[in-house]
């Protein structure tokens, strides 16, 4: 599929990516030379006629880049300045990931795809100067200095957690085992009193934590795992929403097809279903339905009762 129009972003990339291509590829024909850059015959006409005016400074004939596609071909010259992409230096490179860090950790509602992307680039680009470089909250930090120290002590820790299942913050006492980190995000294990089980806790989600810790003897519980609530749904609609709220690429979700789906939290499952404005529909097991079925009726009697207004009705 073929681009009718470019961001001045990516015609600067392409144009970049021009030059060598060409080099390597004298007299390709320029339909041929779109198709290959995914673009329109006319996309990569205006590309170079725009290249046909880059060259080093003087800008006489003798410096510009001499281009010839007049005839439906292009053979290039003179273009040695271009010939190859230019590396970036360590300083670029270090600015680079940490713009990617900021832009990962500044944005929570980034679509799931964008966000993999992103990290996936920042992993690329410190595989080449190394994974110790990283933006981190001063206030997170502090955070992550006491969570540090409570597992030195073996100690429990009360924490302001914001839950987004539940769209709240609520206080919890964890006992915390250790740090790992997926994607851009950093998270603590710890075993939770307020859901009497193992949980993950991501770093930056941690609103607040009391610096005086609980000193109390290990308890068999804390060694125990949850395991998650894994529920049948089946695929009403396709769409974007739908696949982000699963988790999964656009191209695997199929409607009318059936999915298991885990879940630590039946609320979360509940606002996902519902949300899904019947995109969604759990076939299985029973204890999810009841909570979704509870959860609708609730609702429903809240409009019965008048403490939720009903949309105007604007019909004649």
Not at 192 to 205: H, N, P, Q, W, Y
Request: hydrophobic share 40%; net charge neutral; with cysteine.
């Amino acid at each position: 599929m073929t681009k009718k129009t470019s961001t001045p972003i990516e015609q600067t990339a392409r144009l970049l990516d021009l030059v060598p291509f060409l080099l390597a590829h004298q007299g390709i024909p320029v339909e041929k030379l779109a198709e290959h850059f995914r673009v329109t015959k006319e996309v990569i006409l205006d590309d170079l006629n725009t290249l046909w005016m880059c060259g080093l400074p003087g800008y006489t004939p003798l410096e510009l880049i001499d281009l010839e596609f007049d005839s439906g071909f292009v053979t290039i010259r003179n273009a040695d300045p271009l010939a190859q992409v230019r590396a970036l230096i360590g300083s670029e490179l270090v600015a680079l990931v940490l713009g990617l860090d900021l832009l990962a950790t500044g944005s929570s509602d980034l679509p799931i795809e964008i966000r993999a992307r992103i990290e996936d680039l920042a992993q690329r680009i410190r595989s080449k100067i190394g994974h110790g470089i990283s933006v981190t909250d001063p206030g997170q930090s502090e955070i992550r200095a006491l969570i540090e120290q409570a597992i030195s002590k073996r100690a429990s820790v009360v924490i302001q957690y914001f839950s987004p299942q539940k769209d709240e913050v609520r206080e919890r006492t964890i006992t915390p085992f250790d740090f790992f980190r997926e994607g851009a995000f950093e998270y603590v294990r710890a075993f939770c009193d307020l859901s009497e089980g193992v949980r993950t806790f991501r770093i930056d989600r941690i609103k607040e934590i009391s610096k005086n810790f609980i000193l109390r003897a290990p308890t068999q519980s804390a060694n125990v795992r949850q395991e998650p609530l894994v529920s049948t749904v089946r695929i009403n609609r396709g769409d974007r929403p739908t696949a982000e709220s699963l988790g999964l690429a656009l191209d695997k979700v199929v409607v009318g097809g059936v999915l298991p789906l885990s879940a630590y939290s039946v609320d979360w499952l509940t606002r996902t279903v519902l949300a899904s404005r019947g995109d969604l529909v759990v076939e299985g097991p029973s204890q999810a339905r009841k909570s979704i079925l509870q959860s609708i009726d609730s609702t429903l009697a809240l409009y019965r009762e008048g403490a939720i207004a009903l949309a105007p009705n604007n019909r004649t």
